[in-house]
């Protein structure tokens, strides 16, 4: 592996990329609720490299009103998903951009095998490839558990969690005082709906990467910030670090 993981150590402020020349191209793997988006970000910002994730692409596209754009919105608008060769061609375009020189920490993407074989080719066409998957693993009940324990205030749009990040007041937001809300998505007969459909399509890809010997198991249980310590003594451990 080209990373010297260790050039960073954990608790350095996680703004300024190490020094030298090494790149840093993670993918992050993980059921719904398991916490992607909050550690990729975390780790994004330890290594100084984009966080790098389609839905973030996507709406960057559509607010520049560009020719990909407008083909994505084409699909958004029509209720449809967007197609995996429109999908690739959005995140090869963003990995081309001069902040991705030095390394990317990609989350949400690839969802299928067929859009990890797509990936595997833009990275061979421009000579570059993966450091790591990190897999965060957290089994069905706790994320079931933990997603239903998320409330959103409707007002502001602030963010909570009952047991993580609980409001002072119960059911208040501390900022305008509304009743806090739990989204749809975060009710349990919609949460295994989406566990269901990510178990048929992307599960898969665990294998997939492991029999590469990219793949980094992490445990998801826990509080984001013992994750994370987690999950940066994990990376230490790779081989080639």
Request: aromatic share 6%; charged share 30%.
């Amino acid at each position: 592996m080209r990373v010297s993981w260790r050039r960073v150590g954990f608790g350095d402020d996680g703004v300024n990329p190490p020094e030298g020349d090494e790149n840093v191209r993670l993918v992050f793997l993980g059921p719904p609720g398991a916490g992607k988006g909050t550690q990729a970000k975390a780790v994004a910002a330890h290594y100084g490299v984009p966080h790098v994730s389609s839905g973030d692409i996507f709406r960057r596209e559509i607010d520049r009103g560009s020719r990909l754009g407008r083909r994505i919105r084409s699909y958004l608008d029509a209720g449809h998903l967007v197609p995996d060769d429109v999908t690739i061609e959005a995140i090869a375009s963003r990995m081309d951009q001069a902040d991705c020189a030095r390394g990317w920490v990609l989350d949400g993407y690839p969802r299928t095998e067929a859009q990890a074989e797509a990936l595997d080719r833009v990275l061979e066409a421009s000579q570059r490839e993966l450091d790591a998957v990190v897999y965060l693993d957290l089994d069905a009940d706790r994320i079931v558990k933990r997603m239903g324990g998320r409330r959103v205030c409707p007002q502001c749009g602030r963010p909570y969690h009952l047991v993580h990040m609980p409001p002072r007041d119960d059911d208040r937001c501390d900022v305008c005082g509304a009743t806090l809300v739990a989204r749809e998505d975060d009710k349990p007969e919609t949460v295994r709906q989406r566990l269901a459909t990510y178990q048929r399509q992307t599960a898969p890809l665990v294998d997939y990467y492991d029999r590469r010997g990219l793949l980094v198991r992490v445990s998801g249980e826990g509080s984001p910030d013992e994750v994370r310590v987690r999950l940066f003594e994990q990376l230490e451990t790779v081989e080639g670090a």
